[in-house]
């Protein structure tokens, strides 16, 4: 009881922090005179951008303090023909420009008319991305060393393998086995990786001012187009028989409705496993954030109903936080069990695979 507690407490820290941390941006709108636009303190909250933001702080002076942590900038110019890197911080947040360059709406300009230039910068979803890659790299070394001396063989398995271990067991009995029969071997790692690395990243855009890199939808294409690939690869002629010679079909409907049908089957599939997966994270986090801004909203009509709608708003954020740790499990095992399944359609007609 006291654990469950202590998680309680710590969702509702995160969402607390999450909704001071969008208060600077908010305050400053109403402080410039312009009107609330609740759609465009969302996007910029859940789009990439060129380094971690956490809160804004105004001082007395009428200054701003920023806690960020700037990314490298990396531009390669086809035009002049050189590298340039420097710090994101140069930019001071789109107040100014640097070598030539000017950040404008989270994305780089050149100053220079017509140059022809490559953005190669580090953004805070590919350092995020790298930083979970390491991270499942790491984790699961580590475990299989263990593994490999014996600990969790001979001898009861201990630390991060007692939480592993029955994840693992998971995917492997009732993932990949039922639907990949005698081949679930084969690509069992496949799944495993798959499941863990959506899991690390889902679970670490959860955390207030880090990327949402699961709701980035260039993200999700590259995992849909590798999955695309490996189902391609695990086909047969049974199944390619079936899209262009569909069996006991007279040929009129066989060409003009079924095989059309049947080859945008083959492409619907990876594009349902990248669409699903980006909908989901992007549409929690993007709950969240409007509760977040109901207060602001509220309280820019007035004072009283801002700090009364408060405690009413982090309550539904932190109940939406609380459901939003279950997609992130649930979004990991659903593209792994919905690729899972795509591959054992590919082994149709080999009976044999299932039995």
């Known amino acids: ?13 995160l969402s607390l922090l999450l909704a001071f941390s969008s208060f600077p941006a908010m305050a400053n709108e109403d402080h410039a005179g312009e009107k609330l636009d609740p759609a465009k303190v969302i996007m910029e909250h859940i789009q990439d951008a060129h380094d971690f933001h956490f809160f804004t702080l105004k001082k007395n002076d009428g200054t701003e303090f920023h806690a960020t942590i700037p990314l490298p900038v990396i531009i390669y110019s086809q035009t002049k023909g050189k590298l340039t890197t420097f710090s994101s911080a140069k930019f001071e947040h789109g107040h100014a420009a640097y070598k030539g360059y000017k950040l404008e709406h989270g994305k780089i300009h050149s100053e220079t008319e017509n ?6 910068s580090m953004t805070k979803n590919v350092v995020q991305m790298l930083l979970a890659l390491t991270i499942l ?19 009861a398995p201990k630390g991060w393998q007692n939480a592993i271990e029955p994840v693992i067991t998971f995917v492997r009995d009732e993932v990949a086995k039922p639907n990949l029969g005698k081949k679930y071997g084969k690509y069992l790692p496949y799944l495993l990786t798959v499941f863990f690395f959506i899991l690390i990243n889902n ?8 990327a949402n890199v699961t709701g980035n939808i260039a993200f999700t294409i590259v995992l849909g187009v590798i999955s695309f690939f490996v189902i391609l690869f695990s086909t047969n002629k049974h199944f390619w028989g079936h899209i262009f010679w569909f069996p006991g079909v007279p ?18 599939k990876p594009f349902a496993l990248i669409v699903r997966l980006f909908a989901n994270m992007v549409a929690g986090h993007i709950i969240i954030l409007s509760f977040i801004t109901l207060i602001f909203i509220f309280g820019s009509m007035s004072a009283v109903a801002g700090w009364g709608f408060s405690p009413l708003s982090v309550a539904f954020a932190v109940f939406i936080y609380m459901i939003e740790i279950m997609v992130a499990f649930i979004q990991a095992f659903i593209f792994t069990n919905l690729t899972a399944v795509f591959i054992g359609q590919a082994f149709e007609g080999s009976h044999d695979d299932h039995h």
């Open 203 to 210: 679970i670490f855009g959860l955390l207030p001012g880090s």
């Open 137 to 155: 790299v790491v984790l699961m070394v580590g475990i299989a060393n263990k593994y490999k001396k014996g600990q969790g063989v001979t001898s």
């Open 115 to 120: 140059e022809v230039f490559y953005d190669l």
């Open 251 to 268: 040929t009129p409907v066989r060409i003009f409705i079924m095989l059309p049908v049947e080859l945008l089957g083959v492409f619907t």
């Open 1 to 13: 009881m006291g654990e469950i507690r202590l998680k309680s407490l710590l969702v509702a820290s």
